[in-house]
């Protein structure tokens, strides 16, 4: 019964929600900003979950476990669609550079930062340690293209050269936030595994690579010859959950496997935009049940965790700052860019839940303190990434309301 | 078509890789993989069928039965039992479109061979398996001993059950060979609506039976009330069903395949848990048919709004991952002991029911008047068998505990039969009668 219960109330608010979000209201940019990237529906997860009425309990969100699966590996190939190396080429090439800098100085910062503080506040085995400090790092390290999407959608800008580095910045670091996700899976590759081998480990590494390698070469063979929609969407469908599933059995990630599928896909199939254009409407169903259901399993006690989200959401900005100045000053762009130019990528956004969803779903019993840090750490970057991007780009040319 | 054997080499390769090759991976089931397995392989599979000539489902569902536990081991039957509810879901699509598809107008048109060709059959393939079974009883090892009385009881549920047939199976042919005519509409017609007289037929059949295999003292004919009230309420329902899809056609622009394929689960749970509730805590038998409802919302849509044609084009859309997955699965769910052990009786009531299936058909269409292009072809598709016969024999087993078993057993053997021969008999039909459109 709960379950039914749960898997329609999910399914209401995911349907009736992928068509609110995005509606215009007048509210402060803040707040705006958190209606346009669904993080109200944390909330709405928090009610419906352990902390609230219990409706989706425990065994519920196990019994959701494929669906999760599923919803991972189909996020991670959309992500990866959208990387047709033609397009990035498109843009100067040293912008890749930047915001590889960008991504890698942020993840060191809040990797170490987050390190020192659990291993001086809580009682935690050093390879776990590790392995929450690179997973924090690299959803640190991605930025999500909201706030800027809500940004230049009430405000015109003069400088376009700006908003378009801040833009292909956030659009692409996700790749090396994955690459990170990939690295702390690597250092433990399933739950029961707590020790270190490197031959376990590279052996489990080539096994992932291969799988989403396969996946994507069977999508691409499949859609060689002339098809229908109705066949384009089995093998869309077919072809995740295969990956999905290989990742799974592997004890690797949906989401990482799903990108290197994607990816590949949107490099050497001719249908890469069929296939986006296929699957792009069901992103915002898959990603507001995703978030209801990162809120229903939150478990919040205050304590010091509080004290390392204020660390991480401390660190992350610096970090952020301190990436985007130094890339930009090795890597000079033909225009004026602001000192903290970094303060424009604070927005956290949907490859950061799906990390955490991620790592949740391969390491359930270290996850809490992950998903408290990042939920609050959240809220708060998007409240205030937007004046933060509207500072930044103030500060350098008019900006004229419209 | 190479690449389509070069992605069921890949799809196979890798399957065997991760299941085979003992690496120590994850050790449990994985649904995620075994659905997107099933979906590539039974497509490619499908396709390669369709090349000569066979219909795509028997593909799929041979690739359910031969990737499954009794052959290539690729996934086990725990693994299977736990994506059911992705059987329930497609059930109820299938009822949506099966409902959807029976337009008043047609039905209007051949109300009367439909009447004829109901009636015929059930009479001819009731009757004659009935007899069929009573006459080789003393074959049948666990009807040896038994009194007259209760041979005939259980010859009749043997002929109860092989007159039901599988709406499921003509529309995935229909919509496979997007046939289009008098024969498929009479197809369509006769399955659909036999889905319903059947379970009313299996209630009166199943009761008198009791009583002679029981030997009850007298019938209660009480159940027959409870049941016309449990479809008018199931109708019902599916109407008001069917008016909010409507009012989310018309108002709201939601995903509509997520919204039906989200109110198929509701409607299969709720009718799933009143009746559970109803018996455990008020002690009623009283049960909802949710598949009636499904139909019944698609029959509201199709026939009661402007929307018919954009709904079942809405449902097309996302139809063929439904349909592979749905008898795949059902494929995969076959088993292969109990084919083993009751092949021989299964097959001799396969061979029965197509020589009654045909004369049935054969006079029905002679009587009602349709053109003999159509009645001489009508029996192919009156072959296919799935659910429903399943659904019923799981309620004789409940039923006749001791004998129940046996029955199950060897008409199960059949319907396995007859889901590999129906298919293939129904595409052939539309093609000798020109209606597909491929």
């Known amino acids: ?402 | 078509m190479l690449n389509k054997i070069i992605s069921l080499f890949l799809a196979l390769a890798t399957m065997f890789f991760i299941v085979h090759a003992g690496l120590k991976l994850n050790q449990k089931n994985c649904p995620v993989l075994v659905l997107g397995f099933i979906l590539i392989a039974a497509y490619c599979i499908g396709q390669l069928l369709e090349k000569i000539g066979l219909p795509g489902i028997v593909g799929y569902i041979l690739t359910g039965l031969f990737m499954g536990p009794y052959f290539l081991k690729f996934y086990t039957s725990s693994a299977i039992n736990e994506l059911s509810f992705i059987n329930n879901l497609a059930l109820a699509f299938i009822a949506f479109c099966a409902g959807g598809e029976l337009r008043l107008s047609n039905i209007r048109r051949i109300l009367k061979p439909i009447i004829y060709y109901i009636s015929g059959i059930t009479l001819v393939v009731f009757t004659g398996v009935t007899l069929l079974i009573f006459s080789i009883s003393n074959l049948i090892p666990f009807l040896r001993g038994l009194s007259p009385e209760v041979k005939l009881a259980v010859s009749a549920i043997f002929g109860v059950i092989t007159v039901a047939r599988s709406p499921s199976s003509a529309i995935a042919i229909i919509s496979e060979t997007k046939a289009k005519g008098p024969y498929t509409d009479l197809v369509l017609s006769v399955s659909v609506a036999m889905d319903v007289i059947i379970i009313m037929l299996f209630a009166v059949i199943i009761s008198v039976c009791q009583i002679f295999i029981h030997t009850k003292d007298g019938m209660d004919l009480s159940f027959i009330a409870v049941l016309i009230f449990e479809i008018a309420i199931a109708f019902l329902l599916g109407y008001l069903l069917g008016k909010f899809i409507v009012f989310l056609i018309e108002k709201a622009k939601v995903e509509f395949a997520f919204v039906i394929i989200a109110m198929g689960f509701f409607v299969i749970e709720f009718s799933r848990l009143l009746g559970k509730y109803l018996h455990e805590v008020h002690n009623i038998g009283f049960e909802i048919e949710p598949l009636l409802i499904c139909m019944a919302a698609g029959f509201t849509v199709q026939n009661f709004s402007d929307y018919g044609k954009n709904f079942l084009e809405r449902m097309d859309r996302v139809s063929l991952p439904i349909y592979i997955a749905f008898f795949a699965m059902t494929g995969a769910a076959m088993n292969i002991d109990i084919l083993r052990t009751g092949w021989l009786f299964g097959l001799i009531i396969v061979a029965a029911r197509l020589i009654l299936i045909n004369i049935g058909s054969y006079f029905s269409g002679k009587l009602s008047k349709t053109s003999p292009k159509i009645y001489k072809n009508a029996w192919l598709g009156f072959i296919t068998q799935a659910g429903v016969s399943l659904g019923l024999l799981t309620e004789v087993v409940r039923r006749f505990p001791d004998i129940g078993p046996s029955i199950q057993t060897i008409l199960i053997a059949a319907i396995i039969m007859n889901q590999i021969i129906g298919p293939i008999a129904f595409k052939y039909g539309l093609k000798k009668v020109g209606e597909t459109n491929v």
Not at chain 1, 109 to 121: D, K, P, T
Request: charged share 10%; aromatic share 14%; hydrophobic share 55%.
């Open chain 1, 1 to 402: 019964m709960r379950l039914l219960l749960s898997v329609v109330v999910i399914l209401v608010i995911a349907l009736l929600g992928s068509r609110l979000t995005f509606l215009n209201r007048r509210l402060p940019l803040g707040f705006k900003n958190i209606l346009f990237t669904g993080a109200e529906y944390i909330f709405i997860g928090v009610i419906l979950g352990r902390m609230g009425l219990n409706l989706i309990d425990a065994r519920s969100l196990n019994n959701l476990e494929p669906f999760i699966i599923f919803g991972l590996c189909w996020i991670g190939f959309l992500f990866g669609l959208q990387f047709e190396f033609r397009q990035l080429k498109n843009l100067p090439r040293f912008y890749f550079s930047i915001s590889a800098i960008q991504a890698f100085i942020t993840f060191l910062i809040v990797s170490f930062a987050v390190y020192l503080s659990f291993r001086a506040l809580f009682s935690i085995p050093k390879n776990t340690l590790l392995i929450m400090a690179i997973t924090l790092g690299s959803v640190a390290s991605c930025t999500a293209q909201s706030a800027l999407a809500i940004v230049s959608n009430n405000y015109q800008f003069e400088n376009r050269k700006l908003l378009a580095l801040l833009r292909y910045i956030s659009s692409v670091d996700g790749i090396f936030a994955l690459g990170f996700f990939t690295i702390a899976i690597w250092i433990m590759p399933g739950v029961n595994n707590a020790d270190f081998s490197l031959a376990r480990s590279l052996r489990w590494f080539i096994l992932s690579i291969s799988l989403g390698i396969l996946s994507a070469l069977i999508l691409i063979t499949l859609s060689k010859t002339k098809f229908s929609q109705q066949e384009f969407l089995v093998f869309l469908i077919g072809t995740v959950l295969f990956c999905g599933g290989l990742a799974s059995k592997a004890n690797s990630s949906p989401l990482v496997i799903g990108f290197i599928c994607g990816t590949i896909t949107a490099n050497f199939c001719r249908h890469r935009l069929r296939a986006l254009a296929t699957i792009i409407h069901s992103e915002k169903s898959i990603y507001i049940i995703l978030l209801i259901i990162i809120g229903a399993s939150w478990s919040f006690k205050l304590g010091y965790i509080v004290l390392i989200t204020g660390i991480y959401f401390l660190t992350r900005t610096i970090g952020k700052v301190i990436g985007t100045f130094t890339a930009t000053r090795i890597f000079r762009t033909e225009f004026y860019t602001p000192p903290a130019l970094g303060l424009g990528l604070l927005s956290e956004g949907g490859l950061t839940i799906a990390i955490i969803i991620n790592f949740k779903l391969l390491y359930p019993s270290l996850s809490d303190y992950l998903v408290t840090i990042i939920i609050l750490s959240l809220f708060v970057n998007e409240l205030i990434s937007p004046k933060f991007i509207l500072y930044q780009l103030k500060g350098f040319k008019k900006i004229t309301k419209r």
